[in-house]
Each structure stands twice: as C-alpha cells, then as structure tokens.
Nanobody, 122 residues
Framework: QVQLVESGGGLVQAGGSLRLSCAAS????????MAWFRQAPGKEREFVST???????IYAHSVKGRFTITRDNGKNTVYLQMNSLKPEDTAVYYC????????????????WGQGTQVTVSS
C-alpha cells in the first residue's frame, strides 16, 4: 500500500509556471511506476506524463516541450514542472502509482492522490 499526496497547485496567468509535487509514503517508493494525470471539468481523466521502462520521460502531446517530470527516490517524491502554461491546462492534477509497468492508461494505476487544482487565467 502507498499513499500519495500532491501539492503545488494554484492560480497562475497564462505563460506562467508551477511545480507540482507528489510525496509518497507507505511501502518502498522506488519500485513504483509513477505518473501524472489531469481532469478538467466535464472531461475524462487524461494522461500527462510518466516514465517508460527505460526510465525515459514520456509526455502527452499537448504538454510536450512545456512540462518536465522528475523523480527523487531519496525523497520519495515525483515532480511535474509546468512552464508556458495555457488556459487549457486548467484541471485537477493527480499523481498515480502502480507496481506493474509503465502505462498511459488511468485504469492501470492502483494508487491515486487526492489531486491538486491548477487554474490558468487568460
């Protein structure tokens, strides 16, 4: 079992930046596959970023080049640096984990944080 707690969301103007953090507690952090998803009002939860089996970061097309995912196993934390934010990035951002394999599908993740709101004004 692992618990995930996101932080770092907020209100920012278009073009601004935010850094989200996801702190994990419970079982050993490093074997877990970690990912970020987001859900805008009235829309389905969508993939944002994760690491593939080689440890390479992968991103949704809509955020590639603007967002950066990093991971600090010593701190049991994964981060999402978000730059050049756009109003369409407005959503609740969720951290997720699983013990199986890298995936861009929400249904493949067993553990979820409570989410943190990101609002980008135009």
């Amino acid at each position: 079992q692992v618990q995930l707690v996101e932080s770092g969301g907020g209100l920012v103007q278009a073009g601004g930046s935010l850094r989200l953090s996801c702190a994990a507690s419970g079982r050993t952090f490093s074997p877990y596959v970690m990912a970020w998803f987001r859900q805008a009002p009235g829309k389905e939860r969508e993939f944002v970023s994760t690491f593939n089996w080689m440890g390479e970061a992968i991103y949704a097309h809509s955020v590639k080049g603007r967002f950066t995912i990093t991971r600090d196993n010593g701190k049991n934390t994964v981060y999402l640096q978000m730059n050049s934010l756009k109003p369409e990035d407005t959503a609740v951002y969720y951290c997720a984990a699983n013990m199986k394999s890298s995936s861009t599908r929400a249904r493949d993740y067993d553990y979820w944080g409570q989410g943190t709101q990101v609002t980008v004004s135009s």
